[in-house]
Nanobody, 131 residues
Framework: QAQLVESGGGLVQAGGSLRLSCAAS????????MGWFRQAPGKDDEFVAA?????????YADSVVKGRFTTSRDNAKNTVYLQMNSLKPEDTAVYYC???????????????????????WGQGTQVTVSS
């Protein structure tokens, strides 16, 4: 049974930083591209970032991230990270990691934005940014 567990959320002041982690188990981690999504209160969830199984390519929602967030992964530790800098109150949301099977395949970049492509989801971690 595959499982994704996020950690690292919390309360931070505007301008601060957080690093989220997502630990995977029960799957061949390097075979999965990993994505980050977030959902703010009263809003639909939105794509934040994704990274291919090899870690060679990352994708970002430029309108959201604007150079502030970076995703990376350590396949030896079965963990993906989201480094968030210059946080703003509008970044307040529950952040989820998700996995989509890649197995070395190349997909259109836009497909990484589509939550329907992801088969495994974590339970989410709350990020709250105070002004």
């Amino acid at each position: 049974q595959a499982q994704l567990v996020e950690s690292g959320g919390g309360l931070v002041q505007a301008g601060g930083s957080l690093r989220l982690s997502c630990a995977a188990s029960g799957l061949t981690f390097r075979a999965y591209a990993m994505g980050w999504f977030r959902q703010a209160p009263g809003k639909d969830d939105e794509f934040v970032a994704a990274i291919t199984g090899s870690g060679g390519t990352a994708y970002y929602a430029d309108s959201v991230v604007k150079g502030r967030f970076t995703t990376s992964r350590d396949n030896a530790k079965n963990t993906v990270y989201l480094q968030m800098n210059s946080l703003k109150p509008e970044d307040t949301a529950v952040y989820y990691c998700a996995g989509r099977l890649q197995s070395g395949q190349s997909y259109p970049s836009t497909s990484y934005y589509d939550r329907a492509q992801y088969v495994y989801w974590g339970q989410g971690t709350q990020v709250t940014v105070s002004s």
